[in-house]
Nanobody
Framework: QVQLVESGGGLVQAGGSLRLSCAAS????????MAWYRQAPGKQRELVAR???????NYADSVKGRFTISRDNAKNTVYLQMNSLKPEDTAVYHC?????????WGQGTQVTVSS
């Protein structure tokens, strides 16, 4: 079992920045990748950024150059640094941890970007 707890969401003006954190606990040794997804009202959940166990990253086209995913192994925490935020980035952001045969989700944190 893996537990994920997100934090760092909030209300920010367009052009501003936020940093989301996802603290992992439990059977973290078996995690292959961690990612951030988001879901806006009336829309499907979409991948924002993924960080593989070897350090590889991939990003949604809509956030490339603005968002950065990173991790602190000592703190078992993954971060999502979000810069140059736009109103269309408004969503609930969920942390995700993937093992070979199971996926875990955090409860989500709300990000609201005002124009």
């Amino acid at each position: 079992q893996v537990q994920l707890v997100e934090s760092g969401g909030g209300l920010v003006q367009a052009g501003g920045s936020l940093r989301l954190s996802c603290a992992a606990s439990g059977s973290i040794f078996s995690i292959n990748s961690m990612a951030w997804y988001r879901q806006a009202p009336g829309k499907q959940r979409e991948l924002v950024a993924r960080l593989g166990i070897g350090g590889s990253t991939n990003y949604a086209d809509s956030v490339k150059g603005r968002f950065t995913i990173s991790r602190d192994n000592a703190k078992n925490t993954v971060y999502l640094q979000m810069n140059s935020l736009k109103p269309e980035d408004t969503a609930v952001y969920h942390c995700n941890a993937a093992q070979l045969d199971r996926v875990y989700w955090g409860q989500g944190t709300q990000v609201t970007v005002s124009s």
